[in-house]
């Protein structure tokens, strides 16, 4: 039996982690059973499962494994190879904002609440209906400016305890070193877009009607999605920064 090709076997493992073969464990196959699988070396499995990460369908966690990250039509429009997209990458964490110390910054939480994720959330933020979710308002502040507006949302059984206070400093830092836990990978897709009501509310858009819009899906390292954010901001503060390697 001839060899199979990290390409073949790329392409069988892209299809079935999409169609939720490995949904039950979150988890592929260790390297040895995928070896024995597609009489294939440990190389080739190595190529195809690299692939698979570099497009955000998996991700390796030592002591786990290679974790299935949820899949669903909305985060499956953003699988597509996450090492080349590094602007706006800190656009939503305080965290970063703060180490800029020639800038005035502030963050101002215009809402705060919990509910219930409904069938038109679940279809914007791919979270199941019925599970309970921080939903957020945060507006930064930047020289006196409102420039960036947050829309955050935080699926609660997975972080819980998330609080007004926290939300204003910096709930990537509440959950990876209060609640040590791991943030795998987090997809993002940038948009231009009409603005809407709460972008005119709570942005300083000028003569702008059109808002840039970072839209982020975060998992953990148990490839469970556990946030869904929409970073709006003002187009003429946007600045594309790539640098293509040949």
Same mark, same amino acid.
């Given at each position: 039996?001839?060899?199979?090709?990290?390409?073949?076997?790329?392409?069988?493992?892209?299809?079935?982690?999409?169609?939720?073969?490995?949904?039950?464990?979150?988890?592929?196959?260790?390297?040895?059973?995928?070896?024995?699988?597609?009489?294939?070396?440990?190389? $080739?499995?190595?190529? $195809?499962?690299?692939?698979?990460?570099?497009?955000?369908?998996?991700?390796?966690?030592?002591?786990?494994?290679?974790?299935?990250?949820?899949?669903?039509?909305?985060?499956?429009?953003?699988?597509?190879?996450?090492?080349?997209?590094?602007?706006?990458?800190?656009?939503?964490?305080? *965290?970063?904002?703060?180490?800029?110390?020639?800038?005035?910054? $502030?963050?101002?939480?215009?809402?705060?609440?919990?509910?219930?994720?409904?069938?038109?959330?679940?279809?914007?933020?791919?979270?199941?209906?019925?599970?309970?979710?921080?939903?957020?308002?945060?507006?930064?502040?930047?020289?006196?400016?409102?420039?960036?507006?947050?829309?955050?949302? /935080?699926? $609660?059984?997975?972080?819980?305890?998330?609080?007004?206070?926290?939300?204003?400093?910096?709930?990537?830092?509440?959950?990876?070193?209060?609640?040590?836990?791991?943030?795998?990978?987090?997809?993002?897709?940038?948009?231009?877009?009409?603005?809407?009501?709460?972008?005119?509310?709570?942005?300083?858009?000028?003569?702008?009607?059109?808002?840039?819009?970072?839209?982020?899906?975060?998992?953990?390292?148990?490839?469970?999605?556990?946030?869904?954010? *929409?970073?709006?901001?003002?187009?003429?503060? /946007?600045?594309?920064?790539?640098?293509?390697?040949?």
């Amino acid at each position: 039996m001839a060899e199979t090709t990290n390409k073949d076997i790329y392409q069988e493992l892209k299809q079935r982690v999409i169609n939720g073969k490995y949904n039950i464990k979150m988890r592929l196959p260790t390297e040895e059973s995928l070896i024995a699988e597609f009489n294939a070396s440990r190389y $080739a499995i190595r190529e $195809a499962i690299k692939q698979l990460s570099d497009e955000g369908l998996v991700y390796s966690v030592k002591g786990k494994g290679v974790v299935v990250l949820e899949q669903t039509p909305k985060t499956q429009e953003i699988n597509l190879s996450l090492r080349d997209i590094n602007s706006l990458q800190n656009l939503n964490k305080a *965290e970063d904002l703060n180490k800029a110390e020639d800038l005035k910054r $502030a963050t101002i939480i215009a809402d705060f609440q919990q509910i219930i994720v409904d069938e038109k959330l679940s279809h914007k933020t791919s979270f199941a209906v019925g599970i309970p979710v921080y939903a957020i308002k945060r507006v930064r502040r930047i020289n006196n400016k409102n420039a960036v507006l947050d829309l955050n949302y /935080f699926n $609660a059984q997975i972080v819980p305890g998330i609080t007004a206070e926290i939300a204003k400093d910096s709930i990537y830092s509440y959950i990876k070193d209060d609640m040590k836990m791991k943030i795998a990978v987090v997809k993002r897709q940038l948009r231009i877009e009409h603005a809407e009501q709460v972008d005119y509310e709570h942005l300083n858009l000028g003569i702008n009607n059109c808002v840039g819009n970072m839209v982020s899906f975060a998992f953990n390292d148990d490839g469970k999605q556990f946030e869904y954010t *929409e970073s709006h901001f003002i187009p003429d503060n /946007f600045i594309f920064n790539q640098i293509i390697k040949f």
